[in-house]
């Protein structure tokens, strides 16, 4: 049974935004008290957050689809709808975000850390917000805007300061467990270790994490053996282990050629080239181990390399490993920058910015106007086409964005196709100009005859006559002129 999993696809759904609500303020002798439509609440957030407990993916890899909950409608009254709640999903420190290319999303290390994987949908206007001086009582609401829905990939990275790197059965699961409190797996036969394993050491005042690696072996950076599956774990790492066996078995291997082969992955898997390197001879408890190192010793350090002899079983080395482990460790932690504090950019938006853009296109052989902006492609998934007056309202905002003398500039006839929004989720329409925007057309928007009805009849005689009077001026200025 599956115990460890350090790469997923993850399917994620925000919640939906509430939709608004069109109501009307009613109670006894005053029937028509205004709009009083509360609006939507929002979607909840899919938001993936490092949590310290966590170290393995297995959770998602049983259970790949996560949606959190959508908001609730507004109600009359100015009631609001409820806000969807977040769903925050907790992942191992280290954990990668990419999106299904390839492309790194966000890298998640240190405890706390989150990402919004999943932007839950805003919640629709009701009516009562929608009231203006000139609209006292809209007969629609918004829509809630629907959440995101995102297919992530997450891998796993671990988090730790040094790793320990080496052929199947060289005594890397055995080196870890002396050094730390650590309980691998421990066997006499290659690939007993299946999954990293991560211990503690402490050298001094220096802490540090140690990592076993899975065996790597000839190609295992194109896949050969366990090893691209962990080669990932090794990145983060600030020095890197060599350990060889220098009491193996196999009589075509020998330490050498063994640190040839390895090195020879790591190149190839890449980035890792300014890792410093620390080489450990391992099993010079058996008598032959210890001549075989004794042989090679001279060559190694010829390359460069700090070499250290050791036994895991006889506990021979492992005080001086722990230490220049620890000196190269603090080392590398000095080496880094300290984090800065939280700056605030800020990007004002260009003066010639209209916040949309208009394109001539061919869609199906057919010539089309589309419009893509995030207002415009809001403005039509919050519209209820089945109501006349939502949809004038639409119109309206479109017109007052810029939209229509756009079009006209680009070329657009009366009836000309126009597009709104992406090509898989478009809204498509007839398109013809008028001065007066849609809303407009259906009426004085804004007049309800039934609040007319509510005025008292003086005051209905007052503005009556305020009409007249000012249509006498107007006639007696144009005689004059």
């Known amino acids: ?203 001094g005042s220096t802490v540090y994490t140690i990592a076993d690696v899975p065996g790597l072996i000839p190609g295992a950076s194109q896949g050969k053996g366990l090893g691209l599956e962990f080669l990932r774990h090794v990145e983060r790492c600030s020095v890197l282990v060599h350990v060889l066996d220098t009491a193996t078995l196999e009589s075509e291997r020998d330490p050498l050629s063994d640190l040839d082969i390895i090195e020879e992955e790591l190149r190839q898997y890449g980035g890792l080239d300014n890792r410093p390197r620390i080489v450990v001879l391992n099993k010079v408890d058996v008598p032959d181990g210890k001549d075989l190192a004794e042989m090679v010793r001279p060559d190694l350090e010829a390359r460069g390399y700090r070499v250290l002899e050791v036994s895991a079983v006889a506990h021979i080395g492992l005080k001086e490993l722990t230490y220049a482990l620890g000196d190269i460790v603090a080392k590398a932690r000095a080496a880094k920058p300290k984090e800065e504090a939280t700056r605030i950019v800020i990007r004002p938006k260009a003066v010639d910015d209209a916040g949309f853009t208009v394109a001539r296109e061919e869609f199906e052989g057919e010539p089309v106007f589309r419009v893509r902006g995030e207002k415009p492609e809001r403005w039509v998934r919050q519209t209820d086409f089945n109501n006349d007056e939502a949809v004038g309202y639409l119109a309206d905002r479109l017109n007052r964005l810029g939209v229509e003398d756009r079009l006209m500039k680009e070329g657009a006839r009366s009836g000309d196709a126009v597009a709104i929004g992406p090509e898989d989720n478009a809204v498509v329409f007839d398109w013809e100009p008028s001065v007066t925007a849609g809303a407009e057309m259906l009426g004085r928007r804004g007049e309800d005859h039934r609040f007319e009805e509510q005025r008292p009849a003086t005051q209905r005689r007052r503005d009556k006559q305020a009409e007249r009077d000012e249509a006498e001026r107007e006639f007696n200025d144009f005689e004059a002129f």
């Open 1 to 203: 049974m599956t115990t460890f999993v350090d790469r997923v696809e993850l399917h994620v759904a925000a919640g939906n935004g509430g939709h608004g609500c069109a109501s009307v303020h009613r109670e006894k002798f005053k029937p028509l008290g205004g709009p009083d439509g509360g609006n939507g609440g929002r979607g909840g957030d899919v938001i993936l957050t490092v949590d310290q407990s966590v170290t393995t993916l297995l959770d998602y890899h049983h259970s790949p689809h996560r949606k959190a909950t959508n908001g609730k409608p507004g109600e009359g009254g100015n009631r609001s709808g409820k806000d969807g709640q977040d769903l925050v999903l907790p992942v191992p420190d280290g954990t990668v975000v990419l999106d299904k290319a390839g492309n790194v999303l966000a890298d998640l290390v240190g405890h706390g850390t989150s990402y919004v994987a999943a932007q839950g949908g805003r919640g629709g206007l009701g009516n009562a917000a929608l009231a203006s001086a000139r609209r006292k009582a809209p007969g629609f609401a918004l829509l809630g805007e629907p959440g995101d829905l995102q297919d992530v990939v997450l891998e796993l990275k671990t988090v730790a300061d040094v790793a320990l790197v080496g052929y199947p059965s060289a005594g890397k699961s055995s080196l870890i467990s002396v050094l730390s409190a650590a309980k691998p797996k421990i066997a006499d036969y290659p690939f007993t270790t299946l999954v990293p394993n991560l211990g503690v050491v402490t050298a």
